[in-house]
């Protein structure tokens, strides 16, 4: 059997697998992704597409095209409840940050703006850049076996057009090869929580829709009608691209039977949630999948890591999936480079599963929770099973009816509507995540109290384990984010007037140590300043101080002040972070020679 050597090799190519692969690349990492699709992604999937995921793209170099792909984030503003498009509107909300409560919020909090990038389009984008930057994808080749010895993982696989097996052999190996994982099967990575809980259709529809949406714009209309409450009422329609390509998705109860998906019935479906009798309608695709609720105990085993729906499996709600799947990326790719380059120790990539793994089961009890708190709004228009036709209106005249019934069921549909931003403007949730494990030196500093509900809102801080807060800077002529000041693969140490002993220490401790920190002297006099005082309201440390900031652009460790010796300092900083002493090479990765070429 012919053998490849590769230092990592990444089963999968959807957002998780595809993201690795990209970063890995663009930072010098020789890497090997298979998947055994044909293709990416063949339908939209996943589509909103956070801040923080943006920032990722931003890093990668592929911002522009994500947004040129995407909704707009204005385009995204409203969420709409409506017994129909051309029926009676229920409520709205506005969303995902757009609404004049939440806008400033969301603006000051990154560089970034949310956007609707459905899977289809968006894979293909990340898939050229993983490329560009020269990693190797394979397409119709499917993992049949794997398995890990102390010094390497091998990966059996087949290409599923000639039927050839080849074994693949690597340094590290990355799980990212979705919810049925054959990675997580083999390597037996523990599992809790239930599958199956609820079964769900995407129909995949071609239908202009604008009359109903360009004065009330979004990418969630909830239709709910009588004798329709099960889970999300009649059907949900979200936007694919404005205004005439969507998915429509619908809950069923599988006791009662398998819905008709043929196509006239489809379409009949969507024409009774539209209200339009005799709308042209085109079917795509339509497909079904399943609610699920788990996660990994662990992310890591061994010289083995998992990532995305392989590791946490829940809910649409909240638009977390392919967000964390991406960040899971971010966390992941720079650990794994720096230990292949033998830059730093192999207990580096445990801090992945340590910091990550937390993250993942906070998302999936998230979209959990949030998939039951819609229920509410149900209760309130007072659908029911088995009711008529002609009852099931009636609840819904009464609801807008000026009785004392009518307003106090307003009240409540108002509270339930509100109770809706825990899902759809959740911007703690979707930025704040924080990090604890040996890849954040915190030196006995704790993250500031919340002066806000934490999951509502976003709370910046320089705290060691947090995200870098964002701050417009001027650079020579030009205003960046202090995200654009730090990540692309490398340390970076900020400081500000009066800080050079800190950039001095962060180049010699970085040749010391064989790797490059970008040291960064944000101030007046100097090609970086802090033109509107943002950094300084953020930074929580003084002129003198500094902070220190990993690839992924987390914080990982901040002095408030000067020191005696920053030199030394530093070196015990960093001692830690590289699990090595300076001078000392960590285990070295894969050796060369090796024939990645013969069969890409």
């Known amino acids: 059997m012919r053998q490849i050597r590769v230092p ?14 990209a970063l890995l690349a663009k930072y010098g990492v020789e890497v090997l992704a298979i998947t055994r699709y044909p293709g990416t992604a063949h339908s939209p999937r996943a589509h909103i597409t956070n801040q923080r995921t943006v920032e990722v793209f931003r890093d990668l170099g592929i911002e522009e095209r994500v947004r040129a792909l995407s909704t707009a ?28 409560k939440r806008r400033a919020d969301y603006e000051a909090a990154s560089p970034s703006q949310m956007c609707n990038a459905p899977q289809h389009l968006l894979e293909p984008a990340i898939l050229t850049a993983a490329r560009e930057y020269g990693a190797k994808v394979l397409f119709n080749t499917e993992l049949v076996s794997i398995r890990q010895t102390e010094d390497a993982v091998h990966s059996r696989v087949v290409d599923r057009l000639t039927g050839e097996e080849f074994e693949v052999i690597s340094d590290y190996a990355v799980g990212a090869d979705g919810a049925q994982s054959l990675v997580v099967k083999e390597l037996g990575f523990e599992l809790e929580g ?30 709910t009608q009588p004798g329709s409450n099960y889970w999300v009422g009649s059907g949900t329609y979200i936007c694919v691209r404005p205004w005439n390509e969507w998915v429509l998705l619908f809950m069923y109860n599988p006791q009662d039977g398998e819905p008709d998906l043929s196509e006239d019935a489809v379409i009949a479906r969507a024409r009774a949630t539209i209200g339009d009798p005799d709308i042209p309608i085109r079917v795509k695709a339509v497909s079904k999948w399943t609610i699920n609720r788990m996660f990994a105990r662990s992310m890591v085993k061994g010289r083995v890591a998992i990532a995305g729906d392989a590791a946490h499996r829940h809910p649409p709600a909240n638009g977390l999936g392919s967000n964390t799947s991406v960040q899971d990326a971010f966390n992941l790719a720079w650990k794994l480079a720096m230990i292949v380059r033998g830059e730093a120790a192999p207990t580096l990539l445990q801090t992945y599963s340590d910091e990550r793994q937390p993250v993942a089961e906070g998302v999936v009890n998230r979209a959990i929770k949030s998939v039951g708190e819609m229920l509410p709004i149900a209760n309130v228009l007072g659908f029911a099973a088995g009711q008529s036709e002609e009852e099931g209106w009636a609840s819904l005249d009464e609801l807008f009816s000026d009785s004392a019934t009518g307003r106090a069921r307003r009240k409540a549909l108002a509270e339930a509507v509100e ?21 954040i030196v915190r030196d006995g500093a704790t993250f500031p109290a919340p002066s806000r509900d934490p999951e509502l809102y ?17 650079r020579d002529n030009t205003l960046v984010s202090t995200l654009d000041l730090v990540g692309h693969g490398e340390f970076s140490l900020l400081s500000g007037p009066g800080g050079e002993a800190w950039l001095d220490a962060a180049q010699k401790i970085g040749a010391e140590f064989g790797i490059r920190v970008n040291g960064v002297q944000i ?16 930074r929580e440390i003084e002129d003198h101080g500094c902070v220190l900031v990993r690839p992924d652009r987390f914080v990982a460790w901040r002095s408030v002040d000067r020191v005696a010796d920053p030199a030394e300092e530093l070196r015990r900083v960093f001692a830690q972070l590289l699990g090595r002493a300076p001078g000392q090479k960590a285990t070295a990765g894969v050796r060369d020679g090796h024939g990645l070429k013969e069969v890409c």
């Open 194 to 223: 239930e599958m199956g809980l609820g079964c769900a259709v995407n129909c995949w529809l071609e239908v202009d829709l604008e009359k109903y949406c360009a004065h009330r714009p979004g990418v969630l209309y909830w239709m």
């Open 8 to 21: 990592v090799f990444v089963v999968g190519a959807g957002p998780a697998g595809l993201t690795t692969a």
């Open 458 to 474: 976003h709370h910046a801080t320089t705290t060691p384990g947090a995200s870098i807060p964002h701050a417009w800077i001027q």
């Open 73 to 100: 984030n204005e385009l995204m503003s409203n969420n709409v409840w409506a017994t129909s498009f051309a029926g009676t509107e229920i409520a709205r909300l506005q969303t995902w940050g757009t609404g004049t």
């Open 419 to 439: 109770l809706q931003n825990y899902q759809f403007n959740c911007h703690g949730v979707e930025l704040g995540q924080r990090y604890t494990s040996t890849a």
């Open 523 to 538: 101030a007046h006099g100097t090609s970086t300043f802090d033109a509107y005082g943002d950094w300084a309201r953020q």
